[in-house]
């Protein structure tokens, strides 16, 4: 399930992190609940990597996600999105969306409070699809920067 060229870099009950073989930092969800502080250490654990690697490119894998509660989206959109923009540099993200239509559909909230942010991001179907474009991403980060 995971490819295991890429180097795992943080894992609990709520999902995992890893960097990416393409030079992005790949967050999956694991199914089912999340425990509060098990989610908010999977998603500081991803804002200290993105941090790490300085592009500010992620790929979020919900394909497998419950949908976020409206705490969850609460504090995702006023508290995380925000502190990583700004401590953690991301700037790009690609989103695989959930097989479950209520996960969609609280993405679809979070998205609609975070249209304002200094963030870039799309949402996929296919993981194909997210990686091109998030190679694309990394591709224009390299050619501005070097």
Do not use: C
């Given at each position: 399930?995971?490819p295991p060229s890429n180097r795992l870099y943080f894992?609990?009950?709520?999902?995992?992190?890893?960097?990416?073989?393409?030079?992005?930092?790949?967050?999956?969800?694991?199914?089912?609940?999340?425990?509060?502080?098990?989610?908010?250490?999977?998603?500081?654990?991803?804002?200290?990597?993105?941090?790490?690697?300085?592009?500010?490119?992620?790929?979020?894998?919900?394909?497998?996600?419950?949908?976020?509660?409206?705490?969850?989206?609460?504090?995702?959109?006023?508290?995380?999105?925000?502190?990583?923009?700004?401590?953690?540099?991301?700037?790009?993200?690609?989103?695989?969306?959930?097989?479950?239509?209520?996960?969609?559909?609280?993405?679809?909230?979070?998205?609609?409070?975070?249209?304002?942010?200094?963030?870039?991001?799309?949402?996929?179907?296919?993981?194909?699809?997210?990686?091109?474009?998030?190679?694309?991403?990394?591709?224009?980060?390299?050619?501005?920067?070097?």
């Amino acid at each position: 399930m995971f490819p295991p060229s890429n180097r795992l870099y943080f894992e609990n009950a709520a999902g995992r992190v890893e960097e990416d073989r393409g030079g992005f930092v790949r967050l999956t969800y694991m199914p089912g609940r999340r425990e509060a502080s098990a989610w908010h250490g999977l998603l500081q654990h991803t804002k200290h990597l993105l941090m790490r690697q300085g592009q500010g490119i992620l790929l979020v894998d919900q394909r497998r996600m419950q949908a976020f509660t409206l705490e969850e989206q609460r504090w995702l959109v006023e508290e995380w999105l925000p502190l990583t923009i700004v401590e953690g540099g991301y700037r790009y993200g690609a989103i695989v969306q959930a097989h479950d239509a209520f996960a969609r559909l609280a993405m679809d909230t979070v998205r609609l409070h975070a249209q304002n942010m200094q963030l870039t991001y799309r949402y996929f179907t296919d993981e194909a699809e997210a990686i091109a474009w998030l190679r694309a991403q990394t591709q224009e980060f390299a050619f501005r920067y070097s």
